[in-house]
């Protein structure tokens, strides 16, 4: 059984002009809005899984910090850039504790829908993972996300997309697909605090 945890660790956003700001981390859910033309943001959360498959040997990972690097090149087109520091640990090896950057990664959303007057915004995904310490492994992924809100408190989003997982060696290819949904609720409590549920 695996478990994943997210904790929100920091959110910053340089812009000359006041705004809201539409994040993602920690949340597993992509949201449906570029960040505006010129702006920069940076999101950066902790993940932790555990595996206990192989009980009583302990098994888990940190990800300490996973970050995501956006820029609004245009007005509804953003670039995207990701990475993460992991912390590896399984009694199963002699040595348990590993350390490794991975996900080094470049992507973009561009915003298909997002009127003013609207309710209802839509984006696409794509991105690319070129880079793990010591591994060949390479990923491709793309997103459609969609985002509604009901009124100023209360907004639901989805997200659905796939990602395929590939290796290669001189004789061999190994290439894994997978393909995942989301359904996120969120909640605006006050101008400054927003519950969600995902």
């Known amino acids: 059984m695996k478990h994943l945890t997210a904790i929100l660790l920091l959110t910053f956003a340089f812009n000359a002009t006041s705004q809201t700001i539409s994040t993602e981390a920690p949340s597993v859910s992509a949201s449906a809005v570029t960040v505006p033309k010129n702006s920069f943001q940076i999101e950066s959360a902790v993940t932790f899984g555990s595996n206990t498959e192989f009980s009583p040997y302990k098994s888990y990972t940190f990800g300490m910090p996973t ?8 007005e ?3 670039l995207r850039a990701t990475g993460t520091f992991n912390i590896f ?3 199963l090896f002699i040595d348990p504790t590993r350390y490794k950057v991975r996900d080094i990664g ?7 829908l997002n009127k003013p007057e609207g309710k209802t915004q839509m984006a696409v995904i794509a991105h690319f993972n070129f880079w793990n310490q010591n591994d060949e492994t390479k990923a491709a992924s793309f997103i459609y996300a969609l985002n ?7 907004s639901l989003g989805f997200n659905a997309g796939a990602r395929i997982d590939w290796w290669s060696s001189v004789n061999l290819l190994s290439v894994n697909t997978s393909f995942n949904s ?17």
């Open 76 to 78: 509804k087109l953003e």
């Open 106 to 112: 470049i992507g973009a959303k561009y915003e298909i």
């Open 148 to 154: 509604h809100n009901f009124n100023d408190k209360h």
């Open 67 to 74: 970050a995501l690097f956006r820029f609004g090149l245009f």
């Open 89 to 91: 640990h399984n009694d």
């Open 182 to 198: 989301s359904l996120i609720y969120n909640f605006c409590a006050t101008d400054k605090i927003t519950l969600f549920g995902e």
